[in-house]
Protein backbone atom coordinates (compact mmCIF):
# COMPACT_ATOMS: atom_id res chain seq x y z
CA UNK A 1 0.00 0.00 0.00
CA UNK A 2 1.29 3.42 -1.20
CA UNK A 3 1.07 6.53 0.83
CA UNK A 4 0.90 9.69 -0.38
CA UNK A 5 0.02 14.00 -0.37
CA UNK A 6 0.45 13.29 3.38
CA UNK A 7 -1.04 16.93 5.13
CA UNK A 8 -0.63 18.33 8.14
CA UNK A 9 -3.94 19.92 9.41
CA UNK A 10 -3.43 22.11 11.96
CA UNK A 11 -5.36 22.35 15.20
CA UNK A 12 -7.84 19.61 12.83
CA UNK A 13 -5.34 16.22 11.96
CA UNK A 14 -4.42 14.77 8.94
CA UNK A 15 -4.79 13.54 5.57
CA UNK A 16 -2.99 11.04 2.70
CA UNK A 17 -4.04 9.40 -0.23
CA UNK A 18 -3.72 5.74 0.68
CA UNK A 19 -4.16 2.68 -2.03
CA UNK A 20 -5.88 5.60 -3.92
CA UNK A 21 -8.48 6.43 -1.39
CA UNK A 22 -8.29 9.92 0.82
CA UNK A 23 -7.59 8.76 4.51
CA UNK A 24 -8.65 11.71 6.84
CA UNK A 25 -8.23 11.14 10.40
CA UNK A 26 -8.49 13.99 12.92
CA UNK A 27 -10.60 16.38 15.21
CA UNK A 28 -14.40 16.90 15.05
CA UNK A 29 -14.13 20.62 13.41
CA UNK A 30 -12.11 18.63 10.69
CA UNK A 31 -15.13 16.73 9.78
CA UNK A 32 -17.39 19.95 10.37
CA UNK A 33 -15.49 21.43 8.26
CA UNK A 34 -15.09 18.81 5.28
CA UNK A 35 -18.91 18.24 5.45
CA UNK A 36 -18.87 14.59 7.02
CA UNK A 37 -19.80 15.05 10.48
CA UNK A 38 -23.67 14.90 10.14
CA UNK A 39 -23.13 11.41 8.29
CA UNK A 40 -22.10 9.63 11.58
CA UNK A 41 -24.66 7.90 13.27
CA UNK A 42 -26.83 10.01 16.11
CA UNK A 43 -25.64 6.61 18.78
CA UNK A 44 -22.14 7.21 17.89
CA UNK A 45 -21.88 10.89 17.87
CA UNK A 46 -23.83 10.16 21.79
CA UNK A 47 -20.60 7.92 22.56
CA UNK A 48 -18.40 10.58 21.76
CA UNK A 49 -19.66 12.57 23.38
CA UNK A 50 -19.82 10.32 26.52
CA UNK A 51 -15.76 10.07 25.50
CA UNK A 52 -15.25 13.50 25.39
CA UNK A 53 -17.07 14.34 28.87
CA UNK A 54 -14.65 12.08 30.55
CA UNK A 55 -12.03 13.43 29.41
CA UNK A 56 -10.64 12.43 26.37
CA UNK A 57 -9.88 13.23 23.01
CA UNK A 58 -11.85 12.28 20.32
CA UNK A 59 -11.35 11.90 17.09
CA UNK A 60 -12.88 9.82 13.52
CA UNK A 61 -11.04 8.60 10.60
CA UNK A 62 -13.08 8.64 6.90
CA UNK A 63 -11.74 7.10 3.92
CA UNK A 64 -12.74 7.91 0.18
CA UNK A 65 -16.35 7.15 -0.93
CA UNK A 66 -16.83 4.99 2.64
CA UNK A 67 -17.27 7.95 4.56
CA UNK A 68 -16.24 7.96 8.16
CA UNK A 69 -15.80 4.68 9.33
CA UNK A 70 -15.09 4.56 12.99
CA UNK A 71 -14.53 6.75 15.86
CA UNK A 72 -12.13 6.63 18.69
CA UNK A 73 -10.78 8.29 21.41
CA UNK A 74 -7.50 8.96 22.97
CA UNK A 75 -6.37 10.44 26.73
CA UNK A 76 -3.48 12.40 27.58
CA UNK A 77 -1.30 10.76 30.67
CA UNK A 78 -1.09 13.95 33.24
CA UNK A 79 2.75 13.25 34.36
CA UNK A 80 2.77 12.33 38.36
CA UNK A 81 4.88 16.10 38.64
CA UNK A 82 2.05 18.00 36.70
CA UNK A 83 0.11 19.29 39.99
CA UNK A 84 3.26 19.93 42.20
CA UNK A 85 4.63 22.00 39.29
CA UNK A 86 1.37 24.13 38.80
CA UNK A 87 1.30 24.85 42.71
CA UNK A 88 5.48 25.64 42.62
CA UNK A 89 4.58 28.06 39.79
CA UNK A 90 2.32 29.95 42.07
CA UNK A 91 4.21 29.76 44.55
CA UNK A 92 6.70 31.63 42.63
CA UNK A 93 4.50 34.42 41.17
CA UNK A 94 4.06 32.90 37.88
CA UNK A 95 0.63 32.79 36.58
CA UNK A 96 0.09 29.56 34.38
CA UNK A 97 -2.38 29.59 31.32
CA UNK A 98 -3.02 26.18 29.66
CA UNK A 99 -3.51 26.67 25.84
CA UNK A 100 -4.52 23.52 24.51
CA UNK A 101 -6.29 22.51 21.20
CA UNK A 102 -8.27 19.84 22.94
CA UNK A 103 -12.29 19.74 23.21
CA UNK A 104 -13.68 21.65 26.49
CA UNK A 105 -14.26 18.88 28.47
CA UNK A 106 -10.92 17.37 27.67
CA UNK A 107 -9.36 20.69 28.97
CA UNK A 108 -10.92 20.99 31.60
CA UNK A 109 -10.76 17.40 33.18
CA UNK A 110 -7.14 17.45 32.25
CA UNK A 111 -6.82 21.39 34.14
CA UNK A 112 -8.84 19.95 37.09
CA UNK A 113 -5.84 17.06 38.04
CA UNK A 114 -3.35 19.46 37.34
CA UNK A 115 -4.60 22.36 39.90
CA UNK A 116 -5.80 24.74 37.32
CA UNK A 117 -8.44 27.32 37.59
CA UNK A 118 -11.37 26.51 34.00
CA UNK A 119 -10.36 30.57 34.01
CA UNK A 120 -7.04 29.57 33.46
CA UNK A 121 -7.80 27.24 30.89
CA UNK A 122 -8.06 27.96 27.33
CA UNK A 123 -9.20 24.83 24.64
CA UNK A 124 -9.83 24.50 21.41
CA UNK A 125 -7.32 26.62 20.13
CA UNK A 126 -5.59 26.97 16.54
CA UNK A 127 -1.80 27.88 16.59
CA UNK A 128 -2.41 31.22 15.35
CA UNK A 129 -4.99 31.32 18.13
CA UNK A 130 -2.27 30.04 20.83
CA UNK A 131 0.31 32.95 19.10
CA UNK A 132 -2.64 35.57 19.41
CA UNK A 133 -2.66 34.89 23.11
CA UNK A 134 1.17 35.29 23.33
CA UNK A 135 1.22 38.21 21.61
CA UNK A 136 -1.38 39.80 23.71
CA UNK A 137 0.08 38.68 26.85
CA UNK A 138 2.99 40.71 25.60
CA UNK A 139 1.39 43.96 24.49
CA UNK A 140 -0.77 43.83 27.49
CA UNK A 141 1.62 44.90 30.14
CA UNK A 142 4.44 42.21 30.16
CA UNK A 143 7.62 43.64 28.15
CA UNK A 144 11.11 42.45 26.70
CA UNK A 145 13.38 44.78 28.58
CA UNK A 146 16.62 43.35 29.63
CA UNK A 147 18.09 42.77 33.07
CA UNK A 148 21.08 44.44 31.50
CA UNK A 149 19.07 47.63 30.89
CA UNK A 150 17.79 48.04 34.02
CA UNK A 151 18.93 45.63 36.58
CA UNK A 152 17.06 46.93 39.93
CA UNK A 153 13.21 46.41 37.72
CA UNK A 154 11.52 43.70 38.10
CA UNK A 155 11.10 41.57 35.03
CA UNK A 156 7.40 40.78 33.86
CA UNK A 157 8.08 38.24 30.92
CA UNK A 158 5.95 35.81 28.79
CA UNK A 159 7.04 32.08 28.78
CA UNK A 160 5.49 29.44 26.66
CA UNK A 161 5.92 25.85 26.92
CA UNK A 162 5.15 23.37 24.83
CA UNK A 163 5.98 20.03 22.67
CA UNK A 164 3.65 19.99 19.70
CA UNK A 165 3.90 21.46 16.31
CA UNK A 166 1.10 23.54 16.94
CA UNK A 167 2.83 25.10 19.67
CA UNK A 168 6.12 25.90 17.41
CA UNK A 169 4.66 29.92 16.59
CA UNK A 170 3.96 30.46 20.16
CA UNK A 171 7.49 29.41 21.14
CA UNK A 172 8.99 31.52 18.84
CA UNK A 173 7.00 34.45 19.61
CA UNK A 174 6.81 34.30 23.21
CA UNK A 175 9.41 36.02 25.50
CA UNK A 176 11.22 32.57 26.70
CA UNK A 177 10.05 29.51 24.75
CA UNK A 178 10.89 26.17 26.37
CA UNK A 179 10.33 22.80 24.28
CA UNK A 180 10.01 19.55 26.14
CA UNK A 181 12.72 17.14 25.17
CA UNK A 182 11.20 14.11 23.76
CA UNK A 183 8.79 16.65 21.84
CA UNK A 184 8.76 17.71 18.25
CA UNK A 185 11.19 18.77 16.20
CA UNK A 186 10.07 21.91 15.12
CA UNK A 187 9.30 23.15 18.71
CA UNK A 188 12.48 22.35 19.58
CA UNK A 189 13.50 24.38 16.51
CA UNK A 190 11.60 27.34 17.74
CA UNK A 191 12.09 27.27 21.22
CA UNK A 192 14.95 29.31 23.16
CA UNK A 193 15.42 26.52 25.89
CA UNK A 194 15.01 22.70 25.16
CA UNK A 195 14.42 20.81 28.58
CA UNK A 196 16.47 17.15 28.10
CA UNK A 197 13.78 15.23 28.63
CA UNK A 198 9.65 15.91 29.57
CA UNK A 199 9.99 15.91 33.35
CA UNK A 200 8.45 19.41 34.34
CA UNK A 201 10.38 19.42 37.67
CA UNK A 202 13.60 21.05 35.43
CA UNK A 203 11.11 23.71 34.07
CA UNK A 204 10.82 25.09 37.84
CA UNK A 205 14.94 24.80 38.32
CA UNK A 206 15.57 26.78 35.12
CA UNK A 207 12.93 29.14 36.62
CA UNK A 208 14.75 29.26 39.97
CA UNK A 209 17.90 29.17 38.40
CA UNK A 210 17.34 32.21 36.52
CA UNK A 211 16.16 33.90 38.93
CA UNK A 212 19.32 33.59 41.14
CA UNK A 213 21.14 34.37 38.83
CA UNK A 214 19.61 37.57 38.31
CA UNK A 215 19.84 38.14 42.05
CA UNK A 216 23.69 37.29 41.54
CA UNK A 217 23.75 39.90 38.37
CA UNK A 218 22.40 42.84 40.66
CA UNK A 219 24.36 41.63 44.09
CA UNK A 220 27.51 42.16 41.83
CA UNK A 221 26.71 45.19 40.14
CA UNK A 222 25.62 47.00 43.21
CA UNK A 223 28.88 46.09 45.08
CA UNK A 224 30.84 46.88 41.83
CA UNK A 225 29.58 50.31 42.23
CA UNK A 226 30.07 50.63 45.86
CA UNK A 227 33.90 49.38 46.01
CA UNK A 228 34.21 51.97 43.10
CA UNK A 229 32.80 55.16 44.76
CA UNK A 230 34.37 54.36 48.21
CA UNK A 231 37.76 54.18 46.16
CA UNK A 232 37.40 57.56 44.28
CA UNK A 233 36.09 59.41 47.73
CA UNK A 234 38.96 58.41 49.23
CA UNK A 235 41.59 59.27 46.33
CA UNK A 236 40.08 62.37 46.10
CA UNK A 237 40.25 63.51 49.79
CA UNK A 238 44.30 61.55 49.64
CA UNK A 239 43.69 59.13 52.23
CA UNK A 240 44.34 55.77 49.15
CA UNK A 241 47.40 55.45 47.37
CA UNK A 242 47.20 53.82 43.96
CA UNK A 243 48.49 50.37 45.07
CA UNK A 244 45.86 50.67 47.95
CA UNK A 245 43.12 51.29 44.72
CA UNK A 246 44.63 48.13 42.54
CA UNK A 247 44.13 46.31 45.52
CA UNK A 248 40.66 47.15 45.99
CA UNK A 249 39.59 46.82 42.34
CA UNK A 250 41.35 43.22 42.26
CA UNK A 251 39.78 42.32 45.37
CA UNK A 252 36.54 42.82 44.31
CA UNK A 253 36.59 41.26 41.30
CA UNK A 254 37.47 38.12 43.41
CA UNK A 255 34.54 38.92 45.38
CA UNK A 256 32.33 39.02 42.34
CA UNK A 257 33.55 36.06 40.97
CA UNK A 258 33.43 33.86 43.83
CA UNK A 259 29.33 35.32 44.30
CA UNK A 260 29.00 33.90 41.21
CA UNK A 261 30.35 30.72 41.34
CA UNK A 262 27.52 29.80 44.22
CA UNK A 263 25.71 29.27 41.41
CA UNK A 264 27.47 26.31 40.80
CA UNK A 265 25.58 23.11 42.08
CA UNK A 266 27.09 21.78 45.21
CA UNK A 267 27.31 18.23 46.96
CA UNK A 268 24.02 18.19 47.90
CA UNK A 269 22.05 19.26 44.55
CA UNK A 270 24.14 16.64 42.78
CA UNK A 271 23.14 13.77 44.77
CA UNK A 272 19.53 14.65 44.63
CA UNK A 273 20.14 14.96 40.96
CA UNK A 274 21.40 11.48 40.71
CA UNK A 275 18.43 10.47 42.68
CA UNK A 276 15.56 11.91 40.69
CA UNK A 277 17.34 10.74 37.16
CA UNK A 278 17.29 7.06 39.21
CA UNK A 279 13.31 7.12 40.04
CA UNK A 280 12.98 8.40 36.21
CA UNK A 281 15.03 5.74 34.74
CA UNK A 282 13.15 3.18 37.26
CA UNK A 283 9.85 4.31 36.39
CA UNK A 284 10.89 4.32 32.61
CA UNK A 285 12.10 0.53 32.92
CA UNK A 286 8.46 -0.15 34.41
CA UNK A 287 6.57 1.17 32.14
CA UNK A 288 8.82 -0.50 29.34
CA UNK A 289 7.55 -3.92 30.99
CA UNK A 290 3.99 -3.19 31.17
CA UNK A 291 4.31 -1.45 27.64
CA UNK A 292 2.28 1.49 28.74
CA UNK A 293 2.96 4.24 26.29
CA UNK A 294 4.52 7.55 28.02
CA UNK A 295 2.47 10.30 25.51
CA UNK A 296 -0.72 8.85 24.57
CA UNK A 297 -2.90 5.83 26.16
CA UNK A 298 -5.82 4.57 23.69
CA UNK A 299 -8.82 4.70 26.26
CA UNK A 300 -11.37 3.49 23.88
CA UNK A 301 -10.32 2.17 20.51
CA UNK A 302 -13.31 0.90 19.19
CA UNK A 303 -16.50 2.50 17.61
CA UNK A 304 -17.14 0.93 14.03
CA UNK A 305 -19.77 0.92 11.93
Given amino acids: ISMTQHTQLP ?11 KVCVGNE ?9 DTIPIEIR ?24 CAYC ?47 IRSQ ?34 LMCGDGVNDAPALATADVGVAMGAGAA ?11 DSNLTKLVYALQMGRRVVRKIRENVLFSFVVKAVVVVFTLVG ?8 AADVGAMLVVTLNGMLLLPNKKDREEKVSVQSFAEA ?8 GANDARTVRTGRSSY
Avoid at 78 to 89: D, G, H
Avoid at 135 to 144: I, L, N, P, Q, R
Avoid at 239 to 246: G, R, T
Wanted: hydrophobic residues 40%.
Fill in 11 to 21: GEGVSAIIGGS
Fill in 29 to 37: RLFKRIQQF
Fill in 46 to 69: KEAEAWSEAGGTVGFVSIGEHGVV
Fill in 74 to 120: VADDVREESATVVRQLETMGVETTMLTGDNDDAALAIGAQVGLHKDR
Fill in 125 to 158: LFPEEKLNIVKGAKESGYGTSSVFSNPFKKQSLV
Fill in 186 to 196: LAMESSDVTLL
Fill in 239 to 246: KVELWAAI
Fill in 283 to 290: AKDLDAES
